[in-house]
Every structure is written in structure tokens, then in C-alpha cells.
């Protein structure tokens, strides 16, 4: 099954390249972040705070989630309602980042994540795709860029949405998740050793995706 696995740290672009990547190849792009946005939305939604583990568990036996595609952009479903347009609001990018440490929840997801990578050819991308939810993928890229070109980069992508947050905010967040996700215990953020790494500070989007289609070219 062609599987392409794409982890990197938040704001290094994976999710444009795993778009262009997946358009390009004509396979499904499974946008595994927007899975855990989602249960985060649905635990605010209740009430509960994202750190609290006793309280977030139980909410799971109620999260029905399911991953449609319209058009080619794939929703995130949940109990019947399309909370797509709800999780890319700023608050919820950090919060995902926080439910996503309970074991319970990455457990949840990633049945789901690979029941669907199991049936379909698909890139993923995320945290610990290559690590943790598709190991034996025959593909693996971890992108990565300097905590201040990612902070530039999301900084404008929410001002062009009308998000108003200052830059040195933005930047403080990148930091807050780059320590949170690596320092996890549970499938924390890391590269793999069979990973291709690249950086893409100074690398336009095209450039990236030449490095990675010339990859799985040569295989």
C-alpha cells in the first residue's frame, strides 16, 4: 500500500506538503492533526479542560468521528456535525496539542488512522506518523524550519484569516508545543531513523515537494 508518512514540528509545513503531495500523486491526504483538533473542540465544548485526563477519557466513548471527503477536502464529522470550520481557530491549536498527550486519545485515533491507511493509499501527516501510527511505512519525511520562520509563516496564515495575535505570541506558542509534543511519554514527537529529514527554512513550498517527489522517485 503506498503509505507516505510526513511528522515535523508544528508550522514546518507538513500539512501543505502532504495537500500537494497527495493531489500530486492522486491519493488520499489524511489530515491526522485535524482528527485531534476535533476531539479537542468536542472536550471544550463540554467544558472540561484538555489537561484533565480523568474527565477527558470518559467523553470518548461518546466521540463519533468520521472522515468524509467533499469536493477533495476532507471534513472532520463528530456525533453528526461538521466541526471543520470550528478547529483551525487559534485556542484549538493548543489544546489539541494538550488532549493529545492522553494515551487514551492517540490510541482512539490512531485505530481509526490506520484502519484508513490500511484500505487506502494515502499520505499522513503529524507528529509520530512514521514513528508510532504507520512504522512500516515505505515512506517517511520529518520536515523541520527554525521556531522563528515557523512562527513568521502561521503568523501570517492567521492574519490572512483575520486571526489579530502578535507575532511574539505566535512565536511563544510554536515554542510551548515544540516542548510539549517532544517531551511527551506517550509517541512523542521524534525523526525516525529511516526518515528523510529536511529542513525548510529557506526552502520555497515547490522546493520541498521537488526534494520529496525526487525521493520516492529514486526508490
Keep these: 500500500?503506498?503509505?507516505?508518512?510526513?511528522?515535523?514540528?508544528?508550522?514546518?509545513?507538513?500539512?501543505?506538503?502532504?495537500?500537494?503531495?497527495?493531489?500530486?500523486?492522486?491519493?488520499?491526504?489524511?489530515?491526522?492533526?485535524?482528527?485531534?483538533?476535533?476531539?479537542?473542540?468536542?472536550?471544550l465544548q463540554r467544558g472540561v479542560d484538555p489537561a484533565d485526563e480523568a474527565?477527558?477519557?470518559?467523553?470518548?466513548?461518546?466521540?463519533?468521528?468520521?472522515?468524509?471527503?467533499?469536493?477533495?477536502?476532507?471534513?472532520?464529522?463528530?456525533?453528526?456535525?461538521?466541526?471543520?470550520?470550528y478547529i483551525r481557530e487559534h485556542n484549538i491549536s493548543m489544546a489539541a496539542s494538550t488532549v493529545s498527550k492522553i494515551p487514551a486519545v492517540r490510541?482512539?485515533?490512531?485505530?481509526?488512522?490506520?484502519?484508513?491507511?490500511?484500505?487506502?493509499p494515502c499520505v499522513l501527516d503529524g507528529r509520530d506518523i512514521g514513528s508510532y501510527v504507520l512504522p512500516n511505512a515505505p515512506y517517511k519525511f520529518f520536515l523541520t524550519a527554525s521556531?522563528?520562520?515557523?512562527?513568521?509563516?502561521?503568523?501570517l496564515e492567521l492574519a490572512e484569516k483575520g486571526v489579530k495575535i502578535s507575532y511574539e505570541e505566535v512565536l511563544e506558542d510554536i515554542k510551548a508545543r515544540d516542548h510539549q509534543d517532544s517531551s511527551r511519554a506517550f509517541a512523542p514527537l521524534k525523526a525516525t531513523e529511516d526518515a528523510v529529514i529536511i529542513d525548510t527554512t529557506s526552502l520555497t513550498p515547490e522546493q520541498t515537494i521537488e526534494m520529496i517527489m525526487s525521493r520516492i522517485n529514486s526508490k
Design 1 to 43: 500500500m503506498l503509505n507516505i508518512a510526513i511528522d515535523g514540528p508544528a508550522g514546518a509545513g507538513k500539512s501543505t506538503m502532504a495537500k500537494a503531495l497527495a493531489k500530486k500523486l492522486n491519493i488520499v491526504y489524511l489530515d491526522t492533526g485535524a482528527m485531534y483538533r476535533g476531539v479537542a473542540y468536542y472536550v
Design 55 to 85: 474527565n477527558v477519557i470518559p467523553l470518548l466513548d461518546g466521540i463519533e468521528m468520521d472522515i468524509v471527503y467533499e469536493n477533495g477536502q476532507q471534513k472532520v464529522v463528530i456525533c453528526g456535525e461538521d466541526v471543520t470550520p
Design 107 to 120: 490510541i482512539k485515533l490512531v485505530e481509526l488512522q490506520r484502519a484508513i491507511a490500511a484500505k487506502t
Design 147 to 155: 521556531a522563528e520562520e515557523r512562527a513568521r509563516r502561521r503568523h
